[in-house]
């Protein structure tokens, strides 16, 4: 089965879209980044994103992105990154859990003030229907 034919993301480059976001050159560039990313990361236990990001040139969003998917894990160095709201420290998502339980604790109160406000109207019972449906046979 043939895939469409896109702009790499990143190169710009045409190429056959089969289940990858880029072409094939910039795929293994990237695969190679993360090899050696998770190479400097073995060799340096203990090393920190801005570390890791001076020392290999790979980009944050990719460090993050190995982090969630356990690469690290993997080779025994559990990593983290911090909250986007309070700063402790996470593996997975944007937000720690504590964070993202009072966001949805301020939404669930901000509803119930919404709700208060404004009161459902009130509907009249609908008017009965003497047919069946829409249409009636009739027989002779």
Do not use: W
Request: charged share 30%.
């Amino acid at each position: 089965m043939a895939g469409k034919i896109k702009n790499c993301p990143v190169c710009g480059k045409l190429y056959n879209e089969i289940g990858r976001k880029m072409c094939p050159d910039c795929f293994d560039k990237q695969t190679e980044k993360e090899d050696e990313v998770v190479a400097y990361v073995r060799e340096n236990k203990g090393a920190k994103i801005p570390e890791i990001i001076e020392a290999t040139g790979a980009p944050e969003s990719l460090i993050k992105r190995l982090i969630r998917e356990g690469r690290f894990e993997q080779i025994g160095i559990k990593m983290t990154y911090p909250c986007e709201k309070c700063g402790e420290p996470i593996i997975m998502g944007k937000l720690c859990q504590s964070c993202q339980d009072k966001i949805k604790k301020d939404l669930q109160h901000t509803q119930a003030k919404f709700v208060a406000a404004n009161p459902a109207p009130k509907q009249e019972p609908a008017a009965q229907s003497k047919g069946k449906g829409m249409y009636s046979l009739k027989r002779s």
